[in-house]
């Protein structure tokens, strides 16, 4: 049986609806956007056409406009009251949401019934060609990496498979022949990511600097790190404002963020040392030195492992469920995640093999009082509870 993700029927749904509002679907590199498009075409009932952006050499707003005029030309010709016309890596086409807005309103004064889905690989250029030019005219689809529960009931993963292989579906078949699963995420997962989706569209001055903090700030996912120190390990010159502006193309692209620490003084959050976070944990462990049997019976390294992957969830989820997450520290006691949504405050401690105290979560509530504080691990849920919960319980 084909899997198909929770989206799936969202999307089918809304084409089958009266045309109201552009339906734009936006998430990382190979987290099955496509595919997803493609189970659903299987199931529509009137005609419809898909193109990519990828597949045009000097794309151009004119080429958009005349697959639009295509698709009017057909519903006249062929006497058809309803078509779809999909277009992929929207992103691509200079100016494509000036484009849109222009072919959008005029179907929309001639009462015509085509319905528009676009997809996108690049959050930032999306959203902010939908907030410049399309305010009022769409609605977002986000997909985010796969998690646990995906991978499991895809694959039959287990819990220490995902913790080590991340949520790549592209990349399960190759688990077990690590050198050629590493090659795979190196070489059609991240490469892409910040050739395609960053430097191509993006003025970055020093490239090979967006490489290097990506690498490293990867292999400290889970821990905190000032871009200060690494600045110093960095073979291209670069100062922190320059980082900090490299990290947040990153973590637009669902790469690495750096979490803020929490604060009820937004000055205290912007200036605090981040703490690093890749949002799918294949991005961290593809640069490890322990291969997955030796890492499993380790304990205390084990433990980092498990603490990015829940950090990795959590960031890959937080548009999802709309909310932001932080960690929080005070002198030596610290809460690894705190999840904010409107005033409610989540508290979530890591427990690990390697973790013997959790005095910070005791700290921090009696500080900030959330709306919940609980343990992950050890003495609390267990890791596969967590990773497979629904996250909006977390606010009831």
């Known amino acids: ?31 099955g956007k496509s595919t ?6 299987e199931e529509c009932t009137y005609p419809f056409e898909s193109h990519s952006a990828d597949d045009v050499t000097g794309v151009s707003a004119n080429w958009l406009s005349q697959i639009w005029e295509a698709q009017r030309l057909k519903m006249i010709t062929r006497n058809e009251s309803k078509r779809l016309l999909i277009i992929d890596e929207i992103q691509k086409i200079h100016n494509w949401s000036e484009t849109v807005k222009a072919e959008w309103d005029r179907d929309t004064r001639e009462k015509r019934e085509l319905i528009v889905v676009l997809l996108g690989s690049s959050r930032m250029l999306i959203e902010k060609g939908l907030t410049e ?49 590493r090659n795979y995420v190196k070489d059609s997962l991240i490469e892409p990511s910040i050739s395609k989706d960053v430097l191509m569209d993006t003025k970055i001055m020093k490239p090979q600097l967006l490489r290097q903090l990506f690498e490293i700030g990867s292999s400290y996912s889970g821990e905190l790190l000032s871009l200060t120190k690494i600045a110093g390990q960095l073979q291209d010159a670069g100062n922190v404002t320059t980082l900090a502006g490299y990290l947040h193309l990153l973590d637009e692209c669902g790469l690495l963020c750096g979490l803020q620490k929490y604060a009820e003084d937004d ?4 200036n605090s040392v981040p703490k690093f976070q890749v949002h799918n944990n294949a991005l961290r462990n593809v640069y490890v030195d322990d291969d997955f049997l030796e890492i499993i019976e380790n304990p205390k390294e084990w433990g980092r492992y498990m603490e990015s992957a829940i950090g990795a969830y959590l960031v890959s989820q937080a548009r999802i469920y709309d909310y932001k ?19 409610k405050k989540i508290a979530i401690e890591i427990k690990s093999g390697r973790r013997t105290s959790n005095e910070g979560l005791s700290k921090f509530t009696q500080a900030y009082k959330p709306h919940k504080a609980f343990v992950v691990g050890s003495g609390g849920l267990s890791f596969e509870e967590f990773l497979s919960m629904d996250l909006n319980l977390l606010f009831k």
């Open 325 to 343: 997450v932080f960690y929080w520290r005070n002198k030596n006691e610290e809460v690894d995640y705190i999840l904010v949504r409107n005033k």
């Open 267 to 270: 000055a205290r959050k912007y």
């Open 36 to 41: 997803l498009i493609g189970q659903v075409l």
């Open 133 to 181: 030019s399309l305010a009022g005219r769409f609605e977002l689809i986000r997909l985010s990496h796969w998690t646990f529960t995906e991978m499991r009931d895809c694959f039959g993963w287990t819990l220490p498979q995902y913790v080590y292989y991340g949520g790549y579906p592209g990349a399960a078949r190759y688990i077990n022949n690590e050198t050629r699963w």
């Open 1 to 31: 049986m084909v899997y198909k993700r929770i989206q799936y029927q969202e999307v089918l749904n809304r084409i089958n609806e009266p045309r109201s509002r552009i339906q734009v679907i936006v998430g990382p590199r190979q987290v």
